[in-house]
């Protein structure tokens, strides 16, 4: 179960509200967290998700693409785009953010803290501040 944070929250509301549905959701209600495209009582499937981060893909890239020259770069690295590049950057952002290993392999479902430190992006510049603060020979 991954934590829902304020802005999560806010966000959720104004997409319940979007749909007629109050704010927050009641004790047991029916109706899912991610209503499907044209019903609100049946559930949002994981390919349902899939397809429409997809479709927000493909129309970012119409939309570079149809801008010209300097935005066909940016173009071509969102064809690489995937539900599972959200969830990478999501992880390295986390860890930007300083959020403990532990937990960002907990709201990742990783087993192995070893498959979390691939999101660990040592900044050059940080890295040499805090060596040179920490590692003193003292002669």
Do not use: C
């Amino acid at each position: 179960m991954l934590p829902a944070t304020a802005e999560l929250r806010a966000e959720l509301a104004r997409y319940r509200q979007h749909y007629d549905l109050p704010s927050l959701p009641y004790p047991h209600e029916p109706t899912s967290l991610l209503l499907p495209i044209g019903g609100l009582h049946r559930p949002m499937t994981r390919g349902g998700v899939h397809l429409i981060v997809k479709q927000v893909f493909e129309n970012a890239i119409d939309h570079l693409t149809s801008s010209g020259e300097p935005r066909e770069r940016a173009a071509e690295r969102l064809r690489q785009a995937s539900a599972h590049w959200l969830r990478h950057t999501a992880g390295s952002h986390m860890m930007d953010g300083q959020v403990d290993l532990r937990y960002v392999r907990d709201n990742l479902g990783h087993a192995s803290i070893s498959t979390t430190s691939q999101y660990l992006h040592a900044d050059d510049d940080d890295r040499h501040r805090a060596t040179e603060s920490g590692l003193k020979l003292n002669w």
